[in-house]
């Protein structure tokens, strides 16, 4: 029970900074151009784990190799559309909960590729997940934003990505699968840099610490803690402590950047809410309210 509840405190810190990570992203692409932020933040990442995974390199196949690769494709898409979402949006809380449906559109995703009916409850908590996004879009009429429109197409590719990962993971080591994905996203996010973004002329030192605190902090160090936890506390329970990443990204931009969230806003920022604890809990919301 002690070593559960260490692993819970670590990973609700996970979920802080991958919350800051936002910020740090936003900060940095102030800066940086965007798709060049990311295949050089992505293409670090890489590195600093592949002395950790280069005996599994010699021993993967071409075939192995080139999965990971098709399944990092698919990550640097994701990726490379929520990084321009943020840089066209001024509403990241919301954005961060229209991508906390991507976890919801996983059994969906899966039922197209795999053949995986949903459970029931999917089906109850889909509409309250609309519902919420209708909300999002309600301001004198419905206006979805093309930022709002982005982080849903993020949220879909995102769903696709965890689907054909999961699949993947049971036959490839973990540590290596997730190196090649690292590398082909940098490699990718460096590529579109090139070909459609113009090199800064000068970068504030500033914008290196912005940079500096995302790849170490919000990448590298939250994903250790993550999967630490993960090791040591009940799937269910971990999924449903996931869940405050919207939440603490709605506090830090509201802090941050005064963020204004309108009673719509907020009511479709809940029902989204709402709509996930519903799916991850099977419908018994009471066990939030249980010993953990």
């Given amino acids: 029970m002690k070593s559960e509840r260490k692993a819970a405190t670590i990973l609700v ?10 910020i740090f992203s936003k900060e940095t ?3 940086l151009p965007p798709f060049g932020f990311v295949g050089l933040r992505f293409l670090t990442a890489s590195l600093c784990l592949l002395p950790f995974c280069l005996g ?18 698919l990550l640097a898409t994701a990726l490379m559309s929520w ?23 996983v059994p ?19 509409p309250i997940a609309i519902s919420g996004l209708a909300f999002l879009s309600l301001k004198d009429g419905w206006q979805s934003s093309s930022s709002q429109l982005w982080f849903l197409f993020n949220a879909v590719i995102l769903a696709l990505h965890f689907n054909v990962n999961s699949k993947y993971s049971q036959t490839l080591p973990i540590l290596l699968l997730t190196c090649i994905q690292l590398f082909v996203t940098g490699v990718i996010g460096l590529s579109a840099s090139v070909m459609f973004e113009s090199v800064p002329v000068h970068i504030e030192p500033s914008i290196w610490g912005w940079f500096t605190a995302s790849t170490i902090l919000a990448t590298a160090l ?3 803690m993550q999967t630490t936890a993960q090791k040591q506390i009940i799937p269910g329970n971990a999924a449903l402590i996931m869940i ?8 830090l931009s509201i802090a941050w950047y005064g963020e204004q969230m309108s009673l719509n806003k907020m009511v479709g920022c809940g029902l989204i809410l709402f709509a996930l604890i519903l799916y991850r809990t099977d419908g018994k919301v009471t066990t939030l309210f249980q010993r953990g």
Avoid at 86 to 100: K, N, P, Q, R
Avoid at 108 to 123: D, H
């Fill in 56 to 73: 599994s390199l010699r021993r993967a196949s071409w075939r192995d190799i080139r999965s990971a690769a098709l399944v990092g494709c």
């Fill in 13 to 22: 810190i996970a979920t802080i900074l991958s919350a800051l990570g936002w």
């Fill in 244 to 251: 405050l990443e919207p939440i603490w990204t709605v506090f």
């Fill in 83 to 105: 990084i321009h979402a943020i840089s066209i949006s001024d509403t990241l809380g919301e954005g961060a909960f229209i991508l906390s449906l991507s976890m919801l559109m």
């Fill in 222 to 224: 939250r994903y250790v």
């Fill in 108 to 126: 969906f995703v899966a039922w197209i590729l795999f053949g995986q009916r949903p459970k029931r409850i999917f089906w109850v908590s889909l």
């Fill in 29 to 31: 692409i102030q800066g």
